[in-house]
């Protein structure tokens, strides 16, 4: 595999990690939470995701067992590969309390009990850096399949970590009243994904192989899935009008679509 596609990999991974840090900017700068906007770009971030896990990194992955195994097995070893990054990404989700989830996104003027928050700041930033582990090998891995797929993908995950930024660097700087300390302890929150990136550089490419490169694919296809379906479309549907989350996630299918067809 080329130094420059593992180099555009792990820069692709900071990217997506690091919005993180344009969450919390907002949360420092905005006096209320634009929800609607929110509430669209979740959507939108849910809509990339889903569309390119069941168009083109399945196929894929059924492709390429199908080509090893047959095609009976081949989709067998596809759906593991597809429930077994399912089940990862659940474990960690349900290991985490609800109250210190990454999930449980606050608004910027929600926070008022200086008390509790710099816990629930410091709390929140641990768990997401927890949850963003499997986010970071999925963005760093699909980078190294294909860049067509890799960019939309860390687009989607990008928009999804700017409200993640939000819930750590609110209750962070309303307990503090520190502006430094809410931002970068929400941009190191991030640095998870490309930690993630550098796990799976050492852990995986030294194996890489057809067999690998297809259980990646449906794996980080169920990962997307999760998150789509259990994070960013109920988050969507909290913070904004339903129709602005359906919105989002049409036009990000139409967009994904537009992207991989002029591709073939």
Known sequence: METKTILIAFLL????????GIGSLISLIAKRT????LSFSLGLSAGVMIYVSFMEMLPQSLDLFANEYGKKLGMLYMILGLFGGII???????????????????????????SELRYTGIITAITIAIHNFPEGIATFM????????????TIAIA?????????????????TGSRKKAFW?????????????????FFLIPFWS???NAFVLSAIAGIMIFISLDELLPTAEKFGKHHHA???LLIGMLIMAISLYMFV
């Open 34 to 37: 634009n929800t609607n906007f």
């Open 210 to 212: 057809s067999t690998l």
């Open 185 to 201: 302890l929400s941009f190191a929150s991030g640095l998870a994904e490309p930690v993630g990136a550098v796990i799976a550089f």
């Open 88 to 114: 990862l990404i659940a474990i960690i989700d349900f290991m985490i309390p609800k109250s210190s989830n990454p999930h449980e996104i606050h608004a910027v003027e929600e926070m008022r009990y200086k």
């Open 246 to 248: 359906i919105s989002g």
């Open 142 to 153: 699909s980078a190294l399949t294909s860049l067509e797929i890799a960019i939309p993908i």
């Open 13 to 20: 991974t900071l990217v997506a990690g690091l919005s993180t």
């Open 159 to 175: 928009i999804h970590n700017i409200p993640e930024g939000i819930a750590v660097a609110v209750p962070i700087y309303h307990s």
